[in-house]
């Protein structure tokens, strides 16, 4: 049973992953950024069945974090674009793990 | 901005990992199973500030999802043993990825 474990350090570490980069919302914005700096309404298409309320917060975390930059340009009406960060990109090796077990998996019919 | 990507196939995959991932807390709740099984009280204890309520539902789910199965002792009471599935042994690339990821940011002092 769950005795005093040599990884817990380890769990540590796959923890304070999982506080920055968060949940699903978040990775899948992530996963677009990591493609190309987009819009606020192309996240919105490209990320799918997301409200704008979940969008703007996940955003607003993952820019607070240093994953994503969010630059305003000062057009009428201000057009507002996000790009990953270098620590965003960092993330590349998570993110092509869980596209490998993705790929592994039977695709539904 | 976001063209027709040719990496649209590439995110269906990731998208289909995080559904059967799930969130923090279910990729905790793995985390721990992939080390060792568990009783419902050393998960709760070892994935740490989770209720009762979503923990059990969490486990509903992986167990649906074939990540985990549960054993029940016919003791008096019952013992619930969990234990990760094959299927959720598989996870290890994801799991060691976020672990790596996780080492190389600095340490909360």
Redesign the interface.
């Known amino acids: 049973?769950?005795?005093s474990?040599p990884?817990r350090y380890?769990?540590?570490?796959?923890?304070?992953?999982?506080?920055?980069i968060?949940?699903?919302w978040s990775?899948?914005i992530l996963?677009?950024l990591l493609?190309?700096?987009?819009?606020y309404a192309?996240l919105q298409?490209?990320v799918g069945s997301i409200s704008q309320k979940v969008l703007s917060s996940e955003l607003k975390s993952l820019v607070a974090a240093g994953l994503v930059e969010r630059e305003v340009e000062a057009t009428v009406p201000p057009q507002v674009t996000y790009r990953i960060t270098e620590r965003g990109r960092?993330?590349e090796?998570?993110?092509?793990?869980?596209?490998?077990?993705?790929?592994?998996?039977p695709?539904p019919k």
């Not at 493609?35 to 819009?39: M, S």
């Open positions: 049973m769950a005795s474990r990884d380890c769990g540590e570490a796959v923890r304070r992953t999982l506080d920055v968060g949940g699903k990775m899948l996963w677009e493609q190309e700096e987009c819009r192309e298409r490209s960092s993330l090796g998570v993110f092509s793990a869980l596209q490998q077990w993705g790929d592994d998996q695709h």
